[in-house]
C-alpha cells in the first residue's frame, strides 16, 4: 500500500536504500495570519527563559548525529549482537552502510483495551518499511498500566512513577546505536509522555507516534455516570453498575471519554507527531492500518540519511510546546497534563511553567465539548470535523504556530487536511472540513463554547494548584465554606456512606503528592462528592494529588504545591478552617492564620506492599507537581 504525502497532492513517497523523502511544497499556500499577541508573548518570555538549558539540549542532540547510519560505528562483534536474529536478507542490509534501520518501541499488553490493537503493528510496520527500502526492528517494550484499573487500589500508587520508568525503559531500548529514527507505539494516560520523554533523550533520531484509536461508542458517558453515582447512593448495586462499565469499556481501542488518553492522541497531532487525521480512527480498519504503515514509511524519510531529517527534538520546541498547551486548553482537555506537558518540556531543555498555562488561559477560547465536560464522545468529535477542523479555526484565529516542523513535513497547515484511501486502496489527504458538522460539540474559534481555556491556575496562602473548569457550572466557581481533612479517599469515601458529609464544606483530602504516595489519581471522590452537590450543598475538593482527564462536576483544586509531606500549608489545615476556593480570580486561601501550628502527619502507611517498596527511591527523588512531578533534573 502507498501513499501520497498528506501536505500535497504529489505522487507517493517511496524509499530506496537511501530513502527519497516526501516533497516539501505545500499544494496551495495559505494565507499567513498572524500569531496572537498573548500566543506571541508566551512563546517569546519561554524561548528567552529557556535560552540556555535549550542550547545545551540542542548540542548534545547535534553532537550525536553521524555519518552514515548510525550503526556503522559499531564493532563487528556489537553488530553481529544487533542483527543476529534477523533473516538473512536484513542481515545483508544492516551489514551495509546504506540502509536505514527504524526502532519500534511498544506499549503493548492485552489487558489494556487501548493497546490491544498494537499486537499486530510491528509487522505491518516491518513489511511496509522493508518494501520502501529499509529495516524496522522491535527494540523494546516499556509497561503499561491501566489508571482505569487501579483507582482506588494501592497500584495507583505507581501509576505517576510509571511515566518516568516507562521513559528510562524507551532510552534503554534505543541505547543500542543501531537505529536511525523510532515509531513510538502508545495510547494512554502515562505512557505517551513517558516514550515522548525516553524518545528526546535520543533527539537527534526522528520520531512518530503511532495510535490505535478510540474502540466504538458504547452506553453513553452521561448514562455511566448516572449509575455511579446511583451505586454510590446505595440505589444500585453491584450487578447493575458493572453491567453498566461493561457496557462503556467493551471492546479494543481507547475508552471515549476525553479523559488523559485521548488528550494525549490530540496532543501528539497537534505537535506534529502524528500523522495528520491519525489521532482518532478506530483501530481495526483499512485506514488504521494504512496509517499505521505509513507512518514507518515516513520516519524512513526523516532520517539523517535523507535532506529531509528532521529530528525530535528539533522538532519540540518552544512554538510545539506552545501549540500543545493551547490546543489543552482549547479542548478542556485533563488536567494531568499540566505536569505531563512540562516535564515533556522540560526533557527538550524548553522551561515550561504553570504561569505560561494561566497566561494562554485567557487568551484561548473552549472549542470543545466532550464528556465529561458534555454529552459527546471523542468519536462524535472526530464526525463532525475532529483534528482537522480544530487545527484549521486555531490556526485562522492565529493561536497555534504554524511555522513548526511535523512528521509529515514543515509547517502545521498540513494538519487542516484528513486521510482516506482510494478505490484501489492507496492513503492520501483531502482538505478537511471548514465548518463543524455539530456545534455543540465542536465550534470555531470566533463563536467558542467560552472565551477562555478549560483550565486554570490558582494561587494563594495554601500554595498554587490547578482547576479544570469546563466542567464546572459557573455559579460553583466560587466556594467558601469550613474544611474537613481526610487522609486519603477511602476516609471520605466512609465518611459519606455513614451520612457524615451534611452541610457545606470543602474537602481536603492530603498527603497524596508524589512524595507522599506517588500522586495517586482519586477519582472515586467524585460520585460521592457529585451526589451531595446535586443535593444542594455546596462542595469542593483541595488535593495535593490528582484528579485525572476524567474530573467533572465538582471544583476541584487539584496537584496543591508544595504538597503537604514537602511541608506545604495543607499539612497545617484542621477541620473547621474556613477556605475560599475562587477560580473568577484565581485564588486558594484559608481564612485563619496557620503560624506556629505544627504540620500533621501522614496517618496512611503507602510505602510498602504492591510494588510500592520499589519506587522508594523515587518518591525521595521527585520535584513538585509544578516542575512536571518527575526524577530527571528538577
Not at 551495509?96 to 487501548?114: C, K, Q, R
Not at 513538585?624 to 526524577?631: D, I
Request: charged share 20%.
Amino acid at each position: 500500500m502507498t501513499a501520497h504525502n498528506p501536505g500535497t497532492g504529489n505522487p507517493p513517497t517511496t524509499a530506496t536504500p537511501t530513502p527519497t523523502p516526501a516533497p516539501e511544497d505545500a499544494e496551495t499556500p495559505t494565507a499567513t495570519v498572524s500569531v496572537h499577541p498573548v500566543v506571541a508573548e508566551v512563546t517569546r518570555r519561554l524561548t528567552e527563559r529557556s535560552a540556555t538549558t535549550r542550547t545545551a539540549y540542542l548540542e548534545r542532540l547535534r553532537a550525536a548525529v553521524g555519518q552514515g547510519p548510525a550503526r556503522t560505528s559499531l564493532g563487528c562483534a556489537n553488530l553481529a549482537h544487533g542483527f543476529a536474529a534477523c533473516g538473512v536478507g536484513d542481515k545483508l542490509s544492516l551489514a551495509g552502510d546504506v540502509t536505514p534501520n527504524l526502532a519500534i518501541v511498544s506499549a503493548y499488553n492485552d489487558m489494556l483495551s487501548a493497546h490491544q490493537p498494537l499486537e499486530t503493528y510491528p509487522a505491518v510496520i516491518k513489511k511496509a518499511v522493508a518494501e520502501a527500502g529499509g529495516v524496522a526492528q522491535f527494540a523494546g517494550g516499556v509497561p503499561a498500566m491501566c489508571d482505569g484499573i487501579t483507582q482506588g487500589r494501592a497500584g495507583m500508587e505507581l501509576s505517576l512513577f510509571s511515566r518516568d520508568v516507562i521513559a528510562m525503559s524507551a532510552a534503554v531500548a534505543l541505547s543500542h546505536d543501531m537505529f536511525d529514527g523510532a515509531l513510538m507505539l502508545g495510547v494512554c494516560d502515562k505512557i505517551v509522555p513517558g516514550l515522548l520523554i525516553g524518545a528526546l533523550s535520543f533527539g537527534h533520531l526522528p520520531v512518530a507516534f503511532v495510535p490505535a484509536g478510540p474502540m466504538h461508542s458504547g452506553l453513553p458517558n452521561k448514562e455511566k455516570a448516572r449509575v455511579r453515582q446511583k451505586f454510590a447512593e446505595g440505589r444500585v448495586g453491584r450487578t447493575e453498575l458493572l453491567q453498566a462499565e461493561s457496557a462503556a469499556y467493551h471492546s479494543p481501542g481507547t475508552c471515549t471519554f476525553y479523559g488523559t488518553a485521548n488528550s494525549n492522541q490530540m496532543l501528539m497531532e497537534v505537535m506534529g507527531l502524528h500523522l495528520p487525521g491519525a489521532s482518532f480512527e478506530q483501530p481495526g480498519t483499512p485506514l488504521r492500518e494504512a496509517l499505521t504503515a505509513e507512518a514507518g514509511r515516513r520516519v524512513l524519510g526523516l532520517t539523517a540519511l535523507t535532506d529531509q531529517h528532521t529530528p525530535v527534538g528539533e522538532q519540540i520546541d518552544e512554538k510545539a510546546i506552545v501549540n500543545a498547551v493551547v490546543a489543552l486548553l482549547a479542548t478542556g482537555g485533563s488536567s494531568n497534563h499540566t505536569l505531563h506537558l512540562v516535564a515533556i518540556a522540560r526533557a527538550a531543555g524548553v522551561q515550561l511553567t504553570w504561569d505560561d498555562f494561566a497566561d494562554l488561559s485567557e487568551a484561548v477560547p473552549l472549542l470543545t465539548r466532550m464528556y465529561p465536560n458534555g454529552a459527546a464522545d471523542v468519536n462524535r468529535f472526530h464526525e463532525v470535523g475532529g483534528m482537522a477542523f480544530l487545527i484549521g479555526t486555531l490556526l485562522d484565529a492565529g493561536l497555534l504556530h504554524e511555522d513548526v516542523r511535523t512528521v509529515a513535513g514543515p509547517g502545521l497547515d498540513r494538519y487542516r487536511r484528513v486521510p482516506q484511501l482510494t478505490e484501489d486502496g492507496e492513503l492520501t489527504w483531502t482538505d478537511g472540513p471548514t465548518e463543524s458538522a455539530d456545534t455543540a460539540v465542536l465550534r470555531p474559534a470566533d463563536d467558542p463554547f467560552a472565551p477562555d481555556g478549560g483550565l486554570r491556575m490558582l494561587e494563594g496562602n495554601l500554595g498554587r494548584a490547578v482547576i479544570k473548569v469546563s466542567a464546572v457550572a459557573p455559579e460553583r466557581h466560587v466556594v467558601e465554606a469550613p474544611a474537613r481533612v481526610f487522609a486519603d479517599q477511602a476516609e471520605l469515601q466512609s465518611a459519606f456512606a455513614a451520612g457524615e458529609l451534611t452541610g457545606d464544606f470543602v474537602a481536603v483530602v492530603r498527603f497524596q503528592g508524589p512524595r507522599a504516595n506517588g500522586m495517586p489519581e482519586l477519582h472515586k471522590l467524585t460520585p460521592p462528592l457529585a451526589v451531595l452537590q446535586d443535593r444542594g450543598q455546596r462542595v469542593a475538593l483541595v488535593t495535593d494529588g490528582r484528579m485525572s482527564g476524567a474530573s467533572g462536576k465538582v471544583p476541584a483544586a487539584i496537584h496543591v504545591s508544595p504538597e503537604a509531606e514537602a511541608g506545604g500549608p495543607l499539612a497545617r489545615v484542621r477541620d473547621g478552617d474556613p477556605i475560599r476556593l475562587d477560580a473568577v480570580q484565581g485564588t486558594l486561601e484559608v481564612l485563619v492564620d496557620l503560624d506556629g501550628r505544627e504540620d500533621a502527619r501522614p496517618t496512611v502507611d503507602s510505602s510498602a506492599g504492591t510494588g510500592r517498596e520499589l519506587f522508594a527511591a523515587l518518591r525521595g527523588a521527585v520535584g513538585p507537581a509544578e516542575n512536571g512531578a518527575g526524577v530527571f533534573g528538577h
